[in-house]
Structures are given as C-alpha cells and as structure tokens.
C-alpha cells in the first residue's frame, strides 16, 4: 500500500484556497488511479510534530501498520506545506560539518517511537514530491498526474549514467562496478552537461558523484591544474526527453537541499521537475571514501551502490532499494559512528518511493 498524504492547511498557506483544491483533487486521484493506494489530508498545523502525530493517531485508528505500508509514505508538498524533521546532526565537530541540524523526513516511516534509532534506518520508506516556491499548484497536479501514468503505463528507459568528479572516479565506479559495465561515464572537469548536451543523461539510472554547495544549483567537479570547482552539470541539462521516468541518485552535498528554492536554483527539483521519478541525494553535508583508490567504501558509496544493486532487480521499488541501502550501510559500522548516522538522516527521497523501474 502507497499512503500519498499532505497538509490542508500547508497548501492552503503555499498556494491559496484554489490551488490547494486543486492539489487535494489530484491526491485524491493517486488514491482511486494506483491499486490499493490511500490518500490523506492532514488538518494539524504545518509543523512536523503536529503532522506526525495526527498521522499515527489516523494510522492507528485504521489499523494501519508498517507491514501494510510496504509501497512507503508520499509526501506532497515542499517544507512550506509539509515540514520535515529538524534533528540534531550527529557529527559534533564543526570544523568538519558546518550543519547544526539535518533536514529530515525518517520519522514519518518511524512506527516504534520506544527506539529512537528506528528513525536511522525506518520501516516504511518516505518520499516527497515537490516543486520549486515559484511553481503554482498545477505544477505539483502535473507531477502527481505524471505519478499516475507511470503506475498505470509505466516509462521505458535503459542504461546507465554516471557522472563524476576525477578526484573520486574510482570510487565511482566501485558503486557501479557490479551493475553497469556498459555505463556511459562522464568526467568532470574534462566533461561537463548542460542543455546543449542533455541528451547524454538518456537513461534509466543516473548516478552523480560530484560536488555540491547549499547556495549553488550547479553540481561540480574539481579540477586540479587551476585548484578550482567547475560545473559539471546545470539545471538546464535535465530535459523530459532524456529523464522522464529516470531514477538518479547524488552523493553531491546539499544535493536535495530544496527548501526554498526556485526550480531553476537546484538540480534536483529540476531533474523531479523534468519527469524523473525519483532523486536520491543528502539534505546537507555529505561523507564518502576519501581512499583515491575507491578500494574500500563507506558512507554515501556504501549507501548508493546497495540501492543501484538492489533497485535494478527486477520488481523492486525505489523505497524499497533505499531500505535496504540503509540496512546495508548501518551494518557496516558501530552505532556510535556519526557519520554513519548521519549519512542515514540525511539522505532522503525527492520523488515516489513507490516506483518500480520497468
């Protein structure tokens, strides 16, 4: 089951009464479109606290547990609508990681609130659909509409894409080595997408192994002989062509740092914006193998090759790959480990986590 919910009132504040409706009419319709999905309209205020309690009160009283939820919980709506956590951010050591706190939405899919460490790796996968603060409510109707026809219809891509810095190309391709021996591989500085060559992002699985900034769209690599970030790719690469039905991951830091921000000004709400069915990526300051062999993974790499692995079997959602992804990566350390923790919070799912590539 697919629970696709929202907040009445958050949409009310984002988009006025006309476009709220038009955004309730069409969750609506995810619910009578996607055999056995539900739909919610919460009434509490826009906070997170408020929001999540008037969700476990409403799940409880439809005796709705984590077993029922396997498709995972959508949310719909940007932070204005449908807040997410804000939670402590478990690496201490400012002069590592600027973040205070970490954006959050693994709470939502948290069903034992007796162990807070259930919220590192939740039962119930949680995406958000999204769109830029200078988007209208049809923009969000179109997504939803968009969702529908990929259930009801399904989107045929194929191959693999992997975009990557050279600092960390051997990394790279360690995530992708199991899976995609044919992978077009694109190398930053030397290479570099935007509209004049979108259709080089022609796939069905995108990886990006960049750089990335809370105040830049771009995604970057670093080149060496001038000590400098270069672009790598731009907003205007991702065009529906090319990306429509894709599914990308980014190990970029602030990559799904969306919180508002135009569409325009982040390449993730740009890639959701342009068809893709879902984008993982970090809402903060991201870790992954600092070994320039990429001979041991950890973090974001660990993270990111357990969802290609698993997500490209056949028959398995998105929500469920980032499960497992996460199960995978906690195994790999000791609890206190706070990059681990933090890698696990703050990794997130812009799109439906209940999509199955076909």
């Not at 990681?97 to 693994?106: E, G, M, R, Y």
């Amino acid at each position: 089951m697919l629970l696709a919910i929202s907040s009445s009132t958050g949409l009310t504040a984002a988009y006025g009464q006309a476009g709220a409706d038009q955004v309730r009419s069409a969750l609506s319709g995810v619910a009578a479109a996607i055999p056995g999905a539900r739909s919610l309209l919460l009434q509490s205020q826009p906070d997170s606290a408020s929001l999540y309690a008037e969700l476990k009160n409403w799940l409880a009283g439809q005796r709705i547990g984590a077993a029922n939820l396997v498709e995972g919980i959508l949310i719909v709506g940007d932070q204005r609508v449908f807040p997410s956590f804000s939670v402590a951010n478990p690496v201490t050591d400012r002069t590592i990681d600027p973040d205070d706190t970490i954006l959050t939405d693994n709470p939502y899919g948290q069903f034992d609130w007796s162990s807070p460490d259930q919220a590192l790796v939740p039962p119930v996968a949680v995406g958000r659909l999204a769109v830029g603060v200078d988007q209208p409510a049809s923009a969000l109707v179109s997504m939803l509409t968009a969702l529908t026809s990929r259930h009801t219809s399904g989107v045929m891509r194929a191959g693999y894409v992997e975009v990557t810095t050279r600092q960390w190309q051997n990394a790279s391709s360690s995530v992708l080595s199991a899976i995609a021996s044919s992978t077009r591989v694109f190398v930053s500085p030397d290479q570099r997408i935007d509209a004049s060559s979108a259709s080089a992002l022609d796939c069905k699985y995108l990886y990006c192994n960049l750089h990335g900034f809370l105040n830049n769209a771009p995604w970057f690599g670093y080149d060496n002989s001038l000590s400098s970030m270069m672009p790598a790719l731009t907003p205007d690469a991702f065009q529906p062509a090319f990306v429509s039905g894709t599914v990308a991951f980014s190990e970029a830091c602030y990559g799904l740092a969306t919180a508002g921000k135009r569409t325009s000004a982040s390449n993730a709400l740009s890639l959701l914006a342009a068809g893709a069915a879902s984008v993982v990526g970090s809402t903060g300051l991201a870790f992954g193998t600092a070994d320039p062999r990429g001979q041991t993974l950890i973090d974001a790499d660990v993270l990111a090759r357990t969802f290609f692995n698993t997500v490209s079997s056949s028959g398995t959602s998105v929500g469920r790959a980032m499960t497992a992804a996460r199960q995978a990566l906690q195994s790999t350390g000791a609890g206190g480990d706070s990059f681990l923790r933090k890698t696990l919070l703050e990794f997130q799912i812009l799109g439906d986590p209940s999509y199955v590539p076909a």
